[in-house]
């Protein structure tokens, strides 16, 4: 194979073939995800991104500026990149291996960024796509806000079939029992009772209401003169029906626990990181619940987040270092299961979805 181009340099330097080109027939396929920052100084604009553009307080910035730091981020680049980057652009790799075709990624909120990667589309002479969001279960702040970033950038150039949520995809649910498989039987060497932990991250409650037509017509904080609500947060548009999300996190955990013939007794399910903005976010929350389990006598609980597809911060420090030290002192040894990061059975499920 003769490599032509870096798509992202500065990055993963993941190389594509000519032949692994889409031929003009075929939807070209564009992975969407989160963007972390590539070194430290960058923490205010790339929070400014998540937000909309909403300045986030000097003490919020220098707190995440920390848990960064604490998993390896520095004022240099990492010749590998940042975590979140460099798997994603691993698994855009390898699902284009898998597939013989090219994949195009690109981040709502950091390099390489969604409109990099529909220049490059457009470039290349994309004429449609199929969309697949990497982050499985559908949700107004996740999935809605990444593809409205996409029609922003694609101006229409190209028409695409967006994948907003795939989590009922059963190669998915197995993927991730697989690392929990290796997790659970390692902690049940010590303590046969290790209670299993799904988690999915939280979300602001207002953001899951049904929405009455008025605040439907609002739009986004993104338009002008578009009001932003009292506890401070982006209006995120709406949905009549309400955000399918908190629904999906927790069909997910099921389809997982039922991979694995755990019995209902055996595992339980909570929402994590819940913001550092005001407001009330989704519960319970995981410290609620290692509290309420340390009160039922359980010693061992081995985690695992169902809506992230690979390592970044919330794993690696949120639950890695944060949740860790909190159930410390209540007696109780929290492991967690790897995450999917370079999974074969991860991605043949992608494969699967953007292929049907
Ligand atoms: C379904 C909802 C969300 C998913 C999935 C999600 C993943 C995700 N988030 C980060 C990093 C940050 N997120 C932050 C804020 C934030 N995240 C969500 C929702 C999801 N995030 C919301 C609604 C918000 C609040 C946004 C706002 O306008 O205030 C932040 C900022 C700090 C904070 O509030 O915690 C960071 C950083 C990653 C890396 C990630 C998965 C890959
Ligand atoms: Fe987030
Ligand atoms: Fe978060």
Redesign the pocket.
């Known amino acids: 194979m003769r490599p032509v181009r870096f798509v992202t340099p500065g990055h993963a330097q993941l190389r594509y073939d000519r032949s692994c080109m889409s031929s003009s027939n075929e939807p070209a396929i564009l992975l969407l995800?989160?963007?972390?920052p590539d070194v430290l100084s960058e923490m205010s604009a790339?929070?400014a991104n998540?937000?909309?553009g909403?300045p986030?307080p000097q003490h919020?910035v220098e707190e995440?500026q920390h848990r960064y730091a604490e998993i390896g981020l520095k004022e240099e680049p990492l010749p590998e990149g940042p975590p979140?980057t460099r798997w994603t652009l691993l698994q855009g790799k390898l699902l284009s291996e898998a597939l013989g075709r090219k994949v195009y990624v690109g981040m709502r909120?950091w390099k390489p960024l969604i409109a990099d990667a529909v220049a490059e589309m457009k470039a290349d002479g994309v004429q449609h796509a199929t969309v697949l969001c990497m982050?499985p279960?559908k949700?107004r702040?996740?999935t809605g806000l990444y593809k409205r970033a996409l029609d922003k950038a694609d101006e229409g150039a190209f028409t695409y079939d967006f994948i907003a949520g795939w989590a009922h995809e059963p190669l998915l649910s197995k993927a991730f029992a697989e690392r929990m498989k290796v997790a659970l039987d390692k902690a049940r060497e010590s303590d046969p009772n290790a209670m299993v932990l799904f988690t999915?991250?939280?979300?602001?409650c207002r953001?899951i209401r049904p929405a009455n037509h008025e605040e439907a017509a609002i739009g986004s904080a993104h338009a002008p003169g578009a009001p932003v609500p009292a506890d401070?947060?982006?209006n995120?548009g709406t949905h009549d029906e309400g955000d399918p999300?908190p629904v999906e996190c927790k069909q997910t955990a099921m389809e997982i626990a039922a991979e694995l013939g755990l019995k209902d007794s055996e595992w339980v399910f909570s929402f994590q990181?819940q913001?550092?903005?005001g407001a009330p976010w989704l519960g319970p929350s995981v410290e609620d619940t290692l509290t309420a389990l340390a009160q039922e006598g359980i010693k061992s609980v081995v985690m695992q987040p169902v809506?992230?597809l690979c390592d970044?911060?919330?794993i690696l420090y949120d639950i890695d270092v944060a949740f860790r030290d909190f159930a410390k002192p209540l007696g109780i040894d929290v492991t967690r299961a790897m995450s999917l990061n370079d999974s074969p059975t991860l991605i043949q499920a992608i494969a699967k979805t953007v292929q049907s």
Do not use: K
């Not at 999915?200 to 602001?204: C, D, G, M, N, R």
């Open positions: 995800a989160h963007g972390t790339y929070l998540v937000t909309g909403r986030m919020v995440l979140l909120n982050a279960q949700s702040t996740s999915a991250h939280s979300v602001p953001t401070g947060l982006q995120y999300y990181s913001g550092i903005a809506g992230f970044h911060v919330e």
